[in-house]
Structures are given as structure tokens and as C-alpha cells.
């Protein structure tokens, strides 16, 4: 598998796993941390599974260092193949990032918004690129409030959460309208209950909700398998703008699908990240 793959929030859960199982595919894979110690202990991890997996640090929940990564990215690799925004965060208190912007929305949406973006021209090189979302079951109850995406007004976590994965599903439908799927193939999926250290970033609350979240839900290998298929199988080649669980394509609810909302995000995430409308490639 002669493959670049970039992974965000690929030190941990499923992320590592994807990371894990697409590089022993033979494939060339770059995983995003936040951290440089969290990068340093999963390449160490990674060497045990006999994987060598390059990963960077990097703040998803400040823009400079996302436009730093991206820069990084096109001067070492001629072509990205895959782009899997993976990495999510809750907290279970309102925090903002360096722009005001309410920091949930920040890492788990706009980091991935901008990302992607920068890279687009990086993969529209590759043949058949393909960027895969990340989204969660927990968009169905939510609607987008297009006047408080930073959550000024109300700020109840699982609400602010799903609105996140929304965002991402959202985003999917516009930008699969925009790109033609010979080219980039953009899709969404929901990886199931995962045990994963989501929610560790909030003290000793924090870790032990985690704790008792590795009693249930799917193992990570099975949360990666639908992310894998994703990124490798011929199956879905020129399948854009789909949403999938346990890879099978899911039919969406209106609200997750919704043009004019959709085009409302998109607007609002360039205003948010200082870029253009077009996307200009």
C-alpha cells in the first residue's frame, strides 16, 4: 500500500489503532498528537507493535500551529493520499482556545475545517485521495446555533459535543458537493462506544468517567475497522459524501444534511480560520 496517511488524534484509542493497522498495510503514516511526550510515548508503542508510524505534535486548538503542520506536511511529502480527522476532545467545562472560540468546537471541528483545507492541494495531487470525518452518533439530537458556535449562551457538554460532530457531518455534505469525487472522495462515519481517554483531559472527574468508560462499549480494533475501510477498501473508490456506520453507508437525518445550514457552516468556519470562501485550487 504505497500510501501517505495522515491521522489526527493518532496517539491514542482509535486513532493509534488506525494508525497501527494502516501502517502495517505497508503505507507511510503521519500521526497527530497534542503533545510532543504523548508523540514520543506512541512511537515507542508503535515500535512494539513493529510499526513505524512519524508523528508531530501539534495544538489543534491553535491555528497557527495547524497551518505550521500543514506547511511541515507539503514541504516533506510530495502527495497526501488519506486524511483522517480523528482527533475529539470533551470538556466538561467551557474553555476557549487563543481566539476565543469555544474549544470543544475548536479541536473536534474547525482544527479538522482548516486542516483540510490546507492540505486540499496536497491531495488533489494523489490519485483517488480520500478525507474521512469523524463523527459521532451524538449530532442526532442537536441543531446548529449559527449565533453562538463558541457557546457563550449555554454551555451543556453533550450538546456542545454533538453539536461538533454535526459540524463535521455538515461539513462533509458541502465539500463533497465541491470536489469532484474522481479526485478527493470526502465521508463521514461513527465508530461506535469507544473506550478511549475522550474525556481524561478533566482532572480526577475526568479520568475516572474514563475508567469506568473502558468497561464498555467496542474494543478500539473494532472502533478503527469502519476508519480502515474507509481509507483502503476499493469498495467505497468515488463514494463521496456518505455517512457510515459498521461500514455500511447510514441515511442521515435532514438536519445533517441540510444545504442551507451546510453552506451557513462553511461561511462561518472561513470567517472563524481567516480563509477565503473559494476553496481556489
Known sequence: MAKTVLITGATSGIGFETARQ????????????????????????????????????????????IRDLAENIKKRFRELNVLINNAGVIYLKRKTDSLGIEKMFSVNYLSHYLLTRLLLESLVVGPSSRIINVSSVAHKGVRMDFDDLSSHHSYRVMNVYGKTKLAQLL????LSEKIDSEKITINAMHPGIIPTNLISKNGILGSAITLAWKCLGK???????????????????????????????????????????????????????????????
Open 219 to 281: 474494543s478500539t480494533k473494532d472502533g478503527a475497522k469502519t476508519i480502515v475501510y474507509l481509507a483502503v477498501s476499493e469498495d467505497v473508490k468515488n463514494i463521496s459524501g456518505k455517512y457510515f456506520i459498521d461500514c455500511q453507508p447510514v441515511e442521515l437525518a435532514p438536519h445533517a444534511t441540510d444545504a442551507i445550514a451546510a453552506r451557513t457552516l462553511w461561511t462561518k468556519s472561513a470567517e472563524m480560520s481567516s480563509m477565503p470562501y473559494e476553496l481556489g485550487f
Open 22 to 65: 494502516i501502517s502495517e498495510m505497508g503505507a507511510d503514516v503521519i500521526g497527530i498528537g497534542s503533545s510532543s511526550s504523548s508523540c514520543d510515548k506512541a512511537f515507542n508503542r508503535m515500535l512494539s507493535y513493529g510499526c513505524n508510524v512519524d508523528f508531530i505534535s501539534c495544538d489543534l486548538s491553535d491555528q497557527q500551529s
Open 171 to 174: 461539513f462533509t455534505k458541502y
